[in-house]
């Protein structure tokens, strides 16, 4: 998922976008690119890598045009090189563009293209858009955008800038998030507001199917369009003394559960009191039963909160993978609840199951940290995290507030039902402890340091937990693969292992167990026992106080205890910290993982 970004208006374009697309990095970094424009000549580069490695000799580029888009890339559509990076350009180099999304039907349009005389000079789906507006262009940039959206199939942002129309920006979306942002004589053109935050506050988001003409002077966009103020400070994205954002994040993690439960207790009577789901109270009353769906880490927090709404709210839950859903036949009615879970919100698996949701007539509720994001406009009500911006690509104290989140929920739908008000009431009462539990989680930071330079030799590792944490074995694996890349895990249920990958372990392959002392302890103690009896090295989450299981492991890391069911949001903590650390022992950038990008807003 690429980031998109744009400048008209009084001042120099290039050094805005430098700055601009920085902090858009984190959508996609295998290469980057900028295109400005002034009355004379134009201003091209395009290169493979991040920007930070481009950064300074940019800023010293001495190029005037107050006109520009720039585009760094997540490789989707043709490999990772200078002639695949945006933007692209037609035939006569009069028509420059960026785009985020894929065109799914640009093989059968570029023959078309190429039969008609187009020369084509990269790889890449996005070419296909300026040969498209090239052959429909008669003087009006808008008009020739607007024609050759009618010949594509699939999702995209786009910006573009022609010679032969200049002093304009055409921007067009369908499925990938794009915004602009307003200010006095300038325009500012972003996939994310993270990007043009610190020069404007007053952004309109553009919605699927809309196309809008930027100007120095002012906006044109087919529908009227409301303003929308940013409310979150620029100060979120930076890394407050910390060497990555990644650790800064999970240092963040007890404040994140401190922000998430605010104002969302009513501890004396047992309720929680989401706001978000007021306009959604009725249809709530009625349902009977709840699909929850996202991607990724978003699906893991899910799956815990499938345990919690079955154990606490006796409500039948299932958990639906996103990019599945919509292909599956899923069978859902209007008593259907589909909780859809995303720290971005643009996630378009996610999107897609919603839309494919709401047209069966199921409520669409939201768990979604990004505030205007495409999630949070299309449910029908939902839940904000508050978890703040997250830098890292690596989904951190997102998924602990998402945790967070999720305890909260089982106590509004169940106390909606069957759950009493001593059960809401001791809920309650223990997520209002949770912070300063993972305070003390933290304090070991530097011993989970030395046990993953430890394990930093080793090239497999196995992750093991059952009940509430089994979703944490996967996202620990999960994590450590994204993270330290260079090696391999997988998260396994506690009592699977026996079935099968127990034939991977010996002295050469670690095995992560989380072992709190709940109601599973005993068969998790079970799995230990199998692993161990095989030389598996075993490193345990287990309770404090918890000494006989010292004896059956090698390394051992204590959480404080807390309800079984909200021992997930302690125990992840120093899984995310391990992967970190092992990754940094490995020497690798844990804020930018190869391959990966913060928010998949294509199919
Ligand atoms: C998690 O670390 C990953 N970045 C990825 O799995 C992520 O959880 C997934 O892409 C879903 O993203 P979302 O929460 O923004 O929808």
Redesign the pocket.
Known sequence: MCGIVGYIGKNPALPILVSALKRLEYRGYDSFGFFALDDSSHFLLKKVGKISEWEKRLLEINFGGNIGIAHTRWATTGKVDERNAHPHYDCKEEIFLVHNGIIENYQQLREELVREGHQFKSDTDTEIFCHLIEKYFQGNLEEAVREALEKVQGNYAIATISKRDPNKIVLARLGAPLLIGVSDGEYFIASDPAAMVSYTRRVITLDDNEIAVITPQKHFILKEKPIENIDWEIKEAQKKGFSHFMLKEIFEEPEVIREAVRGRMDIEKGLAVLGGLDQASERLDKINNIVIT???????AGMVGEYMFEEYAEIPTKVEV?SEFRYRKPLLNERTVLLA???????A??LEAIREAKRKGALALGLV??VGSS?ARETDAGVYNRAGLEV?????K??VS?LTILALLTVSLGRKKDMSLVIGKRILEELNRLPSLASRVLEQADYIKRLAQKYSKHKNFIYLGRKYNYPIALEGA??LK?IAWKVHAEGICGGEIKHGPIALVDESFPVICIVPSDSVYEKMRNAIEEVRSRNAKILAIATEGNQEIKELVDDIIYIPKTLEMLTPILSVIPLHLFAAYLGLELGLDIDKPRN?????TVE
């Open positions: 996202g991607c990724g880490t978003a699906r893991y996103a879970i995303s720290q971005s919100g643009e996630t698996d996610t940290n990004r999630i890292g690509v690596a989904a951190t997102s998924f998402q999960l994590k994204e990966l990008a913060k928010s998949v």
